[in-house]
């Protein structure tokens, strides 16, 4: 059974700076593409990064602007969402999602289409 369970959110000021995690298991996590995602009141899933299988780099949303980072560590299952500069308008909660390599899927993947399994999302609050 898959699961990913991401944790880290929390109640931050603007301009300070979170670090979201997200556990997997259950997959071969080495083969599955880690995205994460984000979802403010009212709005659509908002496609925020994904990581590389080949190297230990990651592909981002324009909006990102070099704000966020997301990186992994493939002995621990886990993949991380570094979030600096925080704006009230980063408020969302915050899912982290996975998709298998061997999906005929765009790479990098941008699409909630692209994703077979999803966390349950952790909140983001960023006040002003």
């Known amino acids: 059974q898959v699961q990913l369970v991401e944790s880290g959110g929390g109640l931050v000021q603007a301009g300070g700076s979170l670090r979201l995690s997200c556990a997997a298991s259950?997959?071969?996590?080495?083969?599955?593409?880690m995205g994460w995602f984000r979802q403010a009141p009212g709005k659509e899933r908002e496609f925020i990064g994904v990581?590389?299988?080949?190297?230990?780099?990651?592909s981002y949303a324009e909006f990102v602007k070099g704000r966020f980072d997301i990186s992994k560590d493939n002995a621990k299952n886990t993949v991380y969402l570094k979030m600096n500069s925080l704006k009230p308008e980063d408020t969302a909660l915050y899912y982290c999602?996975?998709?298998?390599?061997?999906?005929?899927?765009?790479?990098?993947?941008?699409?909630?289409?692209?994703?077979?399994?999803w966390g349950q999302g952790t909140q983001v609050t960023v006040s002003s």
């Open positions: 999602a996975a998709s298998p390599r061997t999906w005929t899927r765009p790479v990098p993947r941008r699409s909630t289409n692209d994703y077979r399994y």
């Open positions: 259950g997959l071969d996590f080495r083969n599955y593409y």
């Open positions: 990581t590389s299988i080949s190297s230990n780099g990651a």
